[in-house]
Nanobody, 123 residues
């Protein structure tokens, strides 16, 4: 499975972006999916995740209420809608395919990773 993340860019604080993650194979629709991010000089951290059918989601406390994860299994795409962005959200965002149908906040649970898309939020 290859994952292609896109949608990053430069946005002002308070703005919005929508990230997309497209999978190369439809089998990924049976897997949970997650978004992680890594800011300069920081460890990669969990952002959000969604189960295989979209019935269950999870968010990091830092993005709860501002970010929303969703998926379109017919198209093989997972989205991350990011609203009310702050400079602290600046990072490279990675999508990942989970080992099973659900998800984890731990990166070790994810098998395939996209190449990352840079989000920069200016103050």
């Amino acid at each position: 499975v290859q994952l292609q993340a896109s949608g990053g860019g430069l946005v002002q604080a308070g703005g919005s972006l929508r990230l997309s993650c497209a999978a190369s194979r439809r089998t990924s629709t049976n897997n949970g999916m997650g978004w992680f991010r890594q800011a300069p000089r920081k460890e990669r951290e969990f952002v959000a995740a969604i189960s295989w059918n979209g019935g269950s989601t999870s968010y990091a406390d830092s993005v709860k209420g501002r970010f929303s994860i969703s998926r379109d299994n017919a198209r093989g795409i997972v989205y991350l809608q990011m609203d009310s962005l702050t400079p602290e959200d600046t990072a490279v965002y990675y999508c990942a395919s989970a080992r099973g149908s659900y998800y984890s906040t731990r990166s070790e649970y994810y098998t395939y990773w996209g190449q990352g898309t840079l989000v920069t939020v200016s103050s």
